[in-house]
């Protein structure tokens, strides 16, 4: 087994999943706007592996596991690893999508999704729901690894309706996983309140008495590169996965936290809406590259009014077109 994980120094630093998020293009923009040194291993979208399982799902599902060439060229030259993240309630159809991925993709490991909190996906059983089933879940594990020579990660939350971080992180380890990522909310909480980072540093130490070598990463209301550093230390910790950090600044993984200029905002954002475009063509709306807009026109002079204007616009050509015309630059 080639298990990237091993070889990675603290602190480790890592892109979260995010659904609708994280496909090749955006993935893409982080890295470029990254320093090698700052980022680690990105993840995939969350994919189904009912999805995969099934012949007339898995066309639609698949191409949350899509890499463009441009992207793998990227984290080749920076040595950053790629993960793919599953998610489901069977294990046996963990066990046949892992081999799938593995026969038609190239990824540097296999993530389970343990955490995800979202009411229609845990009442069929799959990701937080799992907590609630200490043996499903290990059923799960040991399909998945079973199936691949590829690391195997989890990514999970310190509990569902109330804080059960020891018992489940110990059940969770006892599969000889290669990391485990701990988000410090319990599922109940979705993303409200506080992380709770005593939690987090609790996996840490019951992996030490364990005798492991599990990487521990948290998660969860991490701002910036800094803080990071500062919590892995504190936690004890090998890293931290980053999430809705990138929303409030795309550079999160370029060490320093100095505002950027606007020309570079610029650059980024054009940057973005091209790849976003010949990426998916047709096959994903517009529409949907929307919500990224605030991550790059903000912080400046006129920022809410090209913004305005950048919503009005139905093409990523008329986007374009209006990110490269000066006129509604002059007053910012």
């Not at 898995?58 to 949350?64: D, E, G, M, S, T």
């Not at 995800?116 to 990701?127: A, E, F, L, Q, R």
């Not at 089933?133 to 990514?155: G, M, Q, Y």
């Not at 992380?195 to 990487?215: C, F, H, P």
Request: with cysteine; hydrophobic share 40%.
């Amino acid at each position: 087994m080639h298990n990237f994980w091993s070889r990675l120094e603290s602190p480790i630093f890592t892109l979260a999943p995010m659904e609708d998020v994280t496909d090749t293009s955006f993935r893409e923009v982080i890295l470029s706007a990254s320093a090698p040194e700052c980022l680690h291993a990105v993840f995939t979208e969350f994919t189904s592996t009912d999805g995969l399982y099934s012949e007339k799902g898995r066309a639609n599902v698949k191409r949350r596991l899509a890499v463009n060439d441009s992207e793998r060229k990227l984290l080749q030259k920076m040595g950053v690893r790629l993960v793919a993240q599953i998610w489901g309630a069977n294990p046996v159809k963990f066990h046949w999508a892992t081999r799938w991925i593995c026969d038609n993709f190239e990824f540097d490991g296999i993530d389970i999704n343990m955490g995800c909190p979202v009411k229609k996906i845990v009442k069929g059983g799959g990701c937080s729901a799992l907590i609630k089933d200490f043996a499903l879940a290990r059923e799960i594990i040991a399909a998945t690894k079973n199936a691949t020579d590829l690391p195997v990660s989890v990514k999970t939350r310190i509990g569902f309706n109330s804080v059960v971080t020891e018992e489940w992180s110990e059940n969770l380890l006892s599969t000889g996983l290669a990391a485990l990522i701990v988000h410090g909310r319990t599922q109940r909480m979705q993303s409200e309140g506080r992380a709770d980072w005593n939690e987090v540093a609790k996996t840490a130490a019951i992996r030490t008495s364990m005798g492991l070598q599990t990487k521990i990463l948290g998660n969860g209301d991490v701002g910036s590169y800094a803080q990071g550093v500062d919590y892995t230390k504190r936690y004890g910790l090998d890293g931290v996965m980053i999430g809705r950090g990138v929303f409030k600044n795309p550079w999160f993984f370029a060490q320093h936290d100095s505002e950027r200029s606007l020309d570079e905002k610029l650059t980024l954002i054009r940057s973005h809406i091209r790849l976003f475009d010949q990426t998916w063509g047709e096959v994903k709306k517009f529409e949907m590259l929307k919500r990224f807009f605030k991550i790059y026109l903000t912080g400046f002079k006129g920022a809410a009014a090209l913004r305005g204007q950048l919503m009005e616009t139905k093409t990523a050509q008329e986007a374009l077109s209006l990110l490269s015309n000066p006129a509604p630059t002059r007053s910012l």
